[in-house]
């Protein structure tokens, strides 16, 4: 990954003067290379991951040597900040989906709030369906993204029901995009999986 400086992350300088610098994440990545441009982290940043390589340090092509930087040769862990910009921007490659165990909030006696749940979840909602108002920039991956990641973590506290908010993102997403149909399915499903793995009570409290 090429990026600006987090810490202690295992880096190598490029023959074009480019640096790479490599991270050991928790879930599945997709590369940005050879996806759409919407698809990418920031300008002149690609994410080689699932389906892509890297070249390692100290191999030698016809442009130059790759080198190893710094005292680091282990990669580190994805910094929380980054794992969320890579969620926000459609990188994450959903898992298969599991069994559901049943509703949290039942089985450990936390206090579910799903009127709460929605009422935080419908701005994000009305923020994807308006994104019909133009057929491009109006920032609509990145918002299903947000709602579906929030929406995610909601149902794996046990506040909202899985299947039922899955609906409403897809109904929300058809509305804006009605033409892309199984994208609008990968990047409902894909922020979903992510926000499952961090259930999310309302207010910071169960």
């Known amino acids: 990954m090429r990026l600006a400086r987090p810490a202690d992350p295992t880096r190598r300088r490029k023959p074009d003067s480019g640096h790479d610098l490599a991270f050991h994440p928790e879930i599945r990545l997709r590369c940005s290379t050879g996806s759409s441009p919407k698809v990418a982290l920031a300008w002149q940043v690609d994410i080689r991951a699932e389906g892509g390589y890297i070249i390692a340090p100290t191999t030698r092509t016809s442009q ?103 609906q409403s993102l897809l109904h929300a997403a058809s509305q804006a995009r009605p033409w892309q149909g199984a994208r609008n399915e990968q990047i409902t499903d894909d922020g979903l999986a992510a926000g499952a793995a961090r259930p999310f009570h309302p207010e910071g409290r169960p």
């Open 64 to 166: 130059g040597r790759y080198e190893p930087q710094g005292p680091a040769r282990t990669p580190a862990v994805l910094p929380e900040w980054l794992h969320a910009e890579l969620v926000r921007t459609g990188h994450v490659i959903a898992p298969p989906p599991p069994r559901r165990p049943p509703n949290p909030a039942s089985r450990s006696g936390i206090r579910r709030r799903p009127a709460t749940a929605h009422r935080l979840l419908e701005p994000l909602l009305q923020a994807v369906a308006q994104c019909a108002s133009a057929p491009e920039g109006t920032g609509f991956t990145e918002k299903l993204n947000r709602a579906a990641y929030t929406a995610g973590g909601l149902a794996a506290a046990g506040h909202i029901d899985h299947d039922t908010v899955r």
